[in-house]
């Protein structure tokens, strides 16, 4: 087992990578969960490489996690007679029902529920934030906008409205045929996009029916409003920073991420950190100094992942992109100061035994050599519990569950092994003692520390901690 870095790697696949070689090729470098964007590529596309991850994950006997990243609702304006148009700063620019191909003067936007949110004063984004337009009058049936920031703007470009809540649900038609498809597969998590209120994620959870865990992502200023809610209600965070950066102005996004960074550790939520970290590598063998701050500066937050987009699925070096973020990791939680700053932003404690234990475990591997810290867990309720107090050793986490393994491999510090054979908490201490050496993550003369509860194996009945030398 690789467990000489905390924080995780989430890689996204595609056409980039051709086969199971390649996908054990790029866990052997670090990454411990993978990403299909239903964005993009056909179901079959997804399915082989599902499979294909599958195949790794029993060669390598280790889990590892597969997220279904949903669509969501892509907003466009509709189609133009010339296939584009110029707008002029000052201009006026009517956005109405009409699917007529537009001009200069007027453009369908097929999305009412758009006309129905928008009033005088508020802004809309075409193009990925390129061009801004004002509303200036709203009629039944159309918007009458003023153009503020101009340019080219040619046929279905995207539409952001980052000042309106939208009645419109996250889940489009593809979006629910594409989760039949995704939960059928198997897949461990679902990523949720354009996530707006607490209700949308109620909504996803009574689709998902239990057979993922579900993750949401933080893209809109909304969503970022009911932050805490929209965390307490799901499994994990994706701080989508694409989106995100276009419906916020630019320099808030690093505020945000760190607002919701620490949020995420108050809650137990993992949060992964999202979008163009290494962006340059899409082409090119070496990053920016720029991109490697970036990542070192979410790694020193506290974040729980660090995620890799375009620049695994459709770059032209994948491997050596996932070595680097290796690097960069490693990088920082070697150096003297990052346990300093984990601790300085220890979350408040619950008064829970599990807490108690929890916070015992940090404090222990502060102050004893631990190699590791394990933890038998049936549901990982209790080993992201001990993740959240960011503990100076790494968490050997056991459970019977390979759907629960696959679960924390988005959770810092967590490595997982299936044991079935665990009936009774007698057996823990021997067990666990032969897993973390056969797993090297302990050696003979280190320092364990192992906890469990009684009765053995019900969720949130940890209630024991001992400390074991391995002989």
């Known amino acids: 087992m ?46 082989q490489r599902y499979q ?25 304006v509709g189609r133009f007679a010339e296939g584009k148009v110029q707008l002029v700063n000052g201009q006026s620019l009517r956005l109405d029902l009409d699917t007529t191909p537009g001009d200069a003067s007027r ?4 999305h009412p529920e758009i006309i129905e949110a928008l009033q005088p004063g508020m802004s809309l984004l075409l193009d990925d934030g390129r061009l801004r337009l004002k509303v200036t009058a709203k009629q039944n049936d159309a918007v009458i906008t ?37 939960l059928e597969l198997g897949v461990d998590w679902v990523a949720l996009s354009f996530v707006q209120r607490p209700e949308d994620i109620v909504e996803a959870r009574e689709l998902i029916g239990g057979k993922a865990f579900l993750m949401a992502k933080i893209e809109k200023p909304s969503a970022v409003t009911h932050l805490e809610e929209i965390a307490k209600l799901c499994d994990a965070i994706m701080v989508a920073r694409g989106d995100l950066g276009v419906e916020v102005p630019a320099e ?31 082409f090119s ?23 890799l987009s375009a620049e695994t699925a459709s770059g032209d070096y994948p491997l050596e992109t996932v070595q680097m973020m290796s690097k960069i990791i490693r990088q920082v939680e070697n150096g003297p100061d990052y346990q300093t700053q984990l601790d300085v932003g220890r979350p408040q404690a619950e008064a829970t035994a599990s807490d108690a234990i929890s916070c015992a475990i940090r404090r222990i591997s502060s102050i004893l050599p631990v190699a590791a810290l394990v933890n038998y867990s049936e549901s990982g309720a209790s080993s992201l519990r001990a993740s959240r107090e960011r ?47 056969a797993q090297g993550m302990a050696k003979r003369g280190e320092t364990v520390v192992i906890t469990a509860g009684e009765p053995f194996g019900q969720p949130g009945s940890t209630n024991s901690l001992r400390i074991e030398t391995l002989h």
């Open 2 to 47: 690789n467990a000489d870095k905390k924080v995780k790697i989430l890689a996204t696949l595609g056409p980039a990578i051709r086969d199971a070689a390649h996908i054990r090729q790029l866990v052997e470098a670090g990454v411990n969960l993978f990403r299909l964007n239903f964005s993009h590529g056909e179901h079959a596309d997804h399915a």
């Open 52 to 76: 294909w991850v599958r195949e790794v994950e029993r060669e390598l006997n280790q889990p590892i996690g597969i997220l279904m990243d949903l669509q969501g609702p892509k907003l466009r």
């Open 107 to 110: 453009v369908n936007l097929p």
């Open 146 to 182: 003023e153009v503020i920031a101009g340019g080219e703007l040619s046929d279905r470009k995207g539409v952001n409205v980052p000042e309106a809540v939208l009645q419109l649900s996250p889940l489009t038609e593809k979006d629910r045929h594409d989760l039949t498809f995704g």
């Open 252 to 282: 808030n996004v690093p505020r945000i991420q760190k607002d919701i960074v620490r949020t995420c550790r108050q809650l137990g939520r993992p949060v992964v950190v999202a979008t163009q970290m290494l962006e340059s590598m899409r």
């Open 285 to 307: 063998p070496a990053p920016t100094r720029a991109e490697v701050t970036d990542v070192a500066n979410a790694v020193a937050e506290g974040a729980d992942a660090v995620m």
């Open 391 to 437: 503990p100076k050793a790494p968490i050997l986490s056991l459970t019977p569950s390979l759907s629960t393994a696959r679960r924390l491999t988005v959770a810092w510090g967590i490595y997982s092994v299936v044991n079935e054979r665990l009936r009774k908490v007698e057996e823990v201490t021997s067990t666990a003692l032969e897993i973390a050496q």
